[in-house]
């Protein structure tokens, strides 16, 4: 198990068991974990039984302050409020600036899933700054990397993000020849119109289905039906020879299919205005 991860049977043994804390290796678990470790705790009925709560946090009660236990739940609930201050410094300081004041409700519920998202994407890909990408690209020491990457930001060559004040560039957009995927290159112009580079991110790598050809009745078929079920029958035949592809458009680069890559984008740029293969259906 890595530093930082908790350890999930654990914590199911606390759930299921509620046995002392004693059973957490606290070492394991990363201090931006604590709240959710004291949720399980208090979820298993631990904490009533070890602690009372106080307007400044848990403490131990006086009979579990001496025993096994202390080290372990005191490194938890120090921690515990240690976030608890900061969630409340952090609230206060945006309550200070009124940054919210003008957003309305479903802005702010729109915000903290567009953050969620990002957060996870964050954690499941890399994303590095110029400096790390330039050995990744190949480029001596003495190279300007900076500048070539803005050149390939003005020219829309390249995939980028904005956060916490500065630039990042998510690997994914790499192959294993450490060049952009070309059918990437050749959309990001048209991706980047309307979206951010986040957005294009999360297109990247959410899964999604498309039609890659349609099935269609020819007249004669259709003028031969004579019942609401035969129309059925024949609907359902159609959907059922119509090819699709569910992936993510990530994995298409990576597979090397380009083609259905392409046909991904141009679901997405111009879904109305795309011309989608038809063959006959077969009876």
Known sequence: MKKGEINMTERVTIREKSVAPAAFNTSLIHPGNMTIVVEELINAMVLNDYAIQTPNGYLLKGDIENSVYA?????????????????????????EEDSFSEASETEIILLKR????????????????????????????????????????????????????A??????????SAEIYPELIAALPKLNQSRSGWDVCFWLTDERTVMIDKAVPSDEQIQALSSIDEIAKLGEKAHEQSSYVTSTPLKLLQDGLGGVFQVFCQ???????????????VI
């Open 114 to 165: 567009f953050t969620d998202k990002r957060n996870k994407l964050l954690r499941s890909h890399s994303f590095v700054k110029s400096k790390e990408l330039s050995s990744t690209l190949g480029y001596d020491k003495d190279s300007n990397i900076a500048r070539i990457l803005k050149a390939k930001r003005d020219k829309l060559e390249i995939l980028y993000v904005s956060h916490l004040g």
């Open 71 to 95: 080290d372990g739940l005191n490194r938890i609930f120090k921690a515990a409020n240690e976030a608890d201050v900061l969630k409340h410094d952090n609230l206060h300081h945006l309550s």
């Open 167 to 176: 630039v990042f560039y998510p690997l994914m957009q790499f192959n294993t």
């Open 267 to 281: 679901d997405l740029i111009n879904p109305d205005e795309r011309i989608i293969p038809e063959k006959r259906v």
